[in-house]
């Protein structure tokens, strides 16, 4: 279950995901619009209010992926995500995974995704327009899960040919850090460190 608290001027994200609290922070202009759970996985996304589910142009994504941690790193989760995305970005996908900072001890990885154009069977009338989205993502190896936290933006005319760089990583996902990783049985205040 999710909740909010503000801390200082900040709005705070708090989550219990499987075997940890999840916080991070929110920006003020941004709500939740879908949390869902089942079979090991956990998803819960934020858009900025003005733009809905079926039409957004900026998502704020945290997913779980309970008992992954001692299957996968970071680094090698984001890299099958990037191969997996490339039969869906017909084939025109920019990917750049890199080691990131630690976050809370716990070893991370970031990427940098940018799919100019997507196949259009079964998605939104958007993508069906030839548009596409770039995302940048944070991974995260927890106690005994995985954590990604995702920014994705629609593509502008302007994006399509744009040079993308770990810069560019750090600006995009800088509005939601810090991120924060507690016991579950922790409280809130306890996990701001």
């Known amino acids: 279950m999710q909740n909010f608290a503000v801390a200082s001027d900040d709005v705070i994200s708090t989550t219990i995901i499987f075997g940890q609290r999840v916080n991070t922070k929110i920006p003020e202009n941004w709500y939740p619009v879908h949390e869902n759970a089942n079979a ?19 998502m704020f994504t ?13 680094k090698d989760f984001l ?10 970005c017909n084939d025109k996908l920019f990917l750049d995974v890199f080691d990131s900072t630690e976050v809370d001890s716990y070893q991370s990885s970031g990427a940098v995704v940018k799919c100019t154009s997507m196949k259009t069977e079964n998605l939104p009338e958007y993508f069906k327009n030839g548009g596409g989205e770039i995302d940048y993502f944070i991974a995260v190896e927890g106690k005994e899960d995985l954590y990604t936290f995702h920014y994705a933006k629609r593509l502008s005319d302007t994006d399509i040919d744009a040079q993308l760089t770990k810069d560019h990583w750090k600006k995009a996902i800088e509005p939601f850090m810090p991120i924060h990783l507690c016991s579950k049985e922790s409280k809130f205040n306890e996990c701001l460190k």
Do not use: C, M
């Open 62 to 74: 945290i997913q779980g992926f309970e008992g992954a941690a001692s299957k996968i790193s970071p």
């Open 79 to 88: 890299a099958r995500l990037g191969n997996a995305l490339q039969t869906v």
């Open 40 to 58: 090991g996985t956990y998803i819960l996304e934020f858009i900025p209010k003005g733009q809905t589910l079926d039409n957004w142009k900026e």
